[in-house]
């Protein structure tokens, strides 16, 4: 029997295609530490997130690939592991965060901040490391939704002699919120310029430290805010959250063309519908469209994003924001699932976006 080598090793795994990406995982530099025992081979797989959702697809198709092109009885013992990417390469701001997503609605109360809270923790849960700033002026819940109503972030002197804002941290992720500013019961009026300052201070002066993914969750409409916010600070890509009601998508769609305004200039990484249909806890397999049907999947082939998910209106969602457990912490519920398979397609999306941008068109600001 022949030996087994690196070389045969690399020449077969230079077969197995991410799928995403369009390449194979050797020529994308996925593959590391390749070790050869007997008939042992064993190796790394780099993934470009820990929330891949192809992880067993790709798993699946190396030891295939082994088993097929260098030998059918090799013991194969795969790693698989991530690191994110990111197109970021002058990082004057938010030095350690690798990829900023901000997360819009044209209309209030479609339940952005719900999303925004689930995919958060949804994220975190697979691993990656998390930053959210709830931007929402209008309301912010992030608070209550992670259950830190009560808490106040601390600021310290960091090691150039500015201050800096520790944020609070709860259920894995970094969070910060405009909330923490003032007790809730307090309406607060940011107004313009005001706002913009008090927000863009809110996202640089604070101690992210490394970050995967940092998701900002706008408040509603498409206001000058919106406009200086991801101008100021270098987003990599936008989720728009909308319901399946006429009124929602007509103001969807403007958050959408907001982002693509050739002075902002921020790719749409996708739709997610919410409160879809509602489902009772008594009848989980009935739906009912009541704030309509396929809404989101028209807005979402108008516009050529994808839809990357339809989190159904459900009574626990609510009860469980309510209660500062947002539902994706609820193990083992359909709901739960939902969420975690819209992170996936997040991760996802913000893979392929970092694979294909070119990198002579990323613009960052300066602090
Ligand atoms: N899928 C869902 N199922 C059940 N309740 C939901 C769902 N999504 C959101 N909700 C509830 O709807 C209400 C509005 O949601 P949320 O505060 O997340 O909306 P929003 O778009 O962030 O609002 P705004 O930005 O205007 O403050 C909340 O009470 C929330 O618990």
């Not at 690399?10 to 020529?27: F, N």
């Not at 830190?148 to 500015?162: L, T």
């Not at 539902?327 to 739960?336: D, V």
């Amino acid at each position: 029997m022949e030996p087994i080598t690196k070389e045969a090793v690399l020449k077969a795994l230079s077969y197995v295609e991410e799928p995403d990406l369009g390449k194979d995982l050797v020529t994308l530099n996925m593959i590391e530490d390749v070790q050869i025992d007997g008939r042992r081979v064993s190796f790394t797989v780099v993934l470009t997130t820990p929330a891949c959702p192809l992880k067993q697809l790709i798993h699946d198709a190396c030891e295939r690939a082994i088993h097929t092109m260098v030998d059918k009885d090799a013991e194969v013992v795969i790693v698989m592991t991530s690191r994110v990417t990111t197109m970021r390469q002058n990082r004057d701001l938010l030095p350690g965060v690798k990829n900023i997503i901000a997360i819009a609605s044209g209309k209030g109360g479609v339940g952005k901040s719900t999303v925004t809270a689930n995919l958060a923790i949804a994220l975190a849960k697979t691993g990656a490391k998390v930053g959210l700033v709830d931007a929402d002026i209008s309301g912010p819940s992030m608070p209550l939704m992670f259950g830190v109503m009560n808490e106040r972030p601390h600021v310290f002197q960091g090691p150039d002699g500015k201050n800096l804002i520790q944020p609070i941290i709860a259920h894995g992720v970094k969070l910060m919120s405009i909330g923490f500013l003032a007790p809730s019961e307090s309406a607060i009026v940011w107004r313009g310029p005001m706002a913009s300052s008090a927000l863009k201070q809110f996202i640089t002066e604070v101690d992210w430290g490394e970050l995967d993914y940092l998701l900002l969750d706008m408040p509603p409409g498409t206001s000058d805010i919106h406009l200086t916010m991801v101008q100021t600070v270098p987003v990599t890509g936008s989720l728009i959250v909308t319901t399946p009601q006429k009124v929602a998508l007509a103001d969807a769609e403007k958050g959408l063309q907001m982002f693509r305004l050739p002075q902002i200039n921020v790719p749409v990484l996708g739709i997610v519908e919410n409160m879809a249909w509602f489902t009772p806890a008594e009848l989980p397999g009935n739906k009912y469209f009541i704030f309509g049907e396929g809404g989101g999947v028209a807005l979402a082939e108008k516009h050529q994003v994808p839809l990357l998910g339809q989190i159904p209106l459900v009574q626990t969602i609510r009860e469980n924001g309510d209660l500062g457990t947002p539902a994706i912490l609820q193990e083992n519920t359909p709901a739960a699932a939902v969420f975690a398979q819209l992170a996936e397609e997040l991760a996802r999306q913000v893979s392929i976006r970092n694979a294909v941008a070119p990198k002579t068109n990323i613009v960052e600001m300066k602090s």
